[in-house]
């Protein structure tokens, strides 16, 4: 456990999308922090050698396959939740489909699958968790978004239009749940070095240049976990990024590819 974190020793987490990049940083800080973590993503081989690998560190850990967009999958994961885990103190929203296509050759499945797993999934399965939080009158919600919640960029209109609900989405439930002692919080990163991100060096991040990495998205994820350290944080997206959404329109007219 690192000092300078917070506990979260006693905590039931539930992280989705868990099997790469940010999900998965923030599954591993969570059981190094002391939670019992059920890690979710629709990739069972990754997802299990993730969850096996903070095992092996000594984190307590459980996998289940799950694909945000499938209604059935939800539910599964759902009854899990009850019949194993009996509550979760936070959950953390990070799965998330998305594609940088050209606006006019996104076809119908890529706008189905963006909207079946950004929006009618990811809020299902906030609404369920959301109901056990209502009745022990406390809990945490997380959602990964992104600065293109507010940060135009080309070939992000779907992915842009989903992080921007999110932010609403977040304002919307922390009014909502508020009385019921549960906050609801949105980490918006900006270019995050992953296998599938961006690299290191970017010259477009006023601090240092380079990318965040999936830890420093974790080490806030953790801190909003925390009643104690936050308890009076709430409705807010907080952005970790390293300055890069001040350049605005100058990242608005970077080709693709170039961060």
């Known amino acids: 456990m690192r000092p300078n974190l917070p506990s979260l020793e006693g905590k039931n987490a539930l992280v989705t999308g868990s099997a790469h990049g940010i999900g998965e940083g923030i599954a591993r800080l969570y059981a190094e922090q002391g939670a019992r973590v059920l890690l979710t993503d629709k990739e069972e081989n990754a997802g299990n050698a993730v969850t096996s690998s903070i095992r092996s560190a000594g984190g307590a850990a459980e996998f289940l396959e799950c694909d945000i967009g499938l209604k059935d999958d939800i539910d599964q994961l759902v009854r899990y939740v009850r ?11 990070n799965a998330f489909y998305w594609n940088f296509k050209p606006f006019e050759k996104q076809e119908w499945e890529d706008l189905r699958s963006f909207a079946m797993v950004n929006m009618v999934g990811t809020t299902y399965l906030t609404q369920q968790v959301i109901r056990t939080m209502r009745e022990r009158l406390r809990g945490a919600v997380i ?15 779907p992915y842009s239009m989903g992080k921007g609900g999110i932010k609403m ?6 009014v909502e749940y508020g009385p019921h002692g549960i906050r609801v919080n949105a980490i918006a990163p900006g270019h995050v070095e992953t296998e599938t991100g961006a690299p290191a060096d970017n010259p477009y991040i006023p601090l240092g240049g380079k990318s965040a990495l999936p830890e420093d998205i974790a080490k806030l994820a953790v801190v909003l976990a925390s009643e104690e350290v936050s308890g009076r944080i709430t409705g807010v997206s907080i952005p970790v990024d390293g300055g890069e959404r001040l350049y605005g329109e100058w990242v608005a007219r970077m080709p693709p590819g170039t961060s």
């Open 169 to 174: 989405l977040v304002r919307e439930l922390a």
């Open 83 to 93: 019949e194993q885990f009996g509550q979760i103190d936070t959950l953390v929203n």
């Open 143 to 157: 959602f990964i978004s992104s600065i293109h919640e507010e940060t135009v960029r080309r070939l992000h209109p």
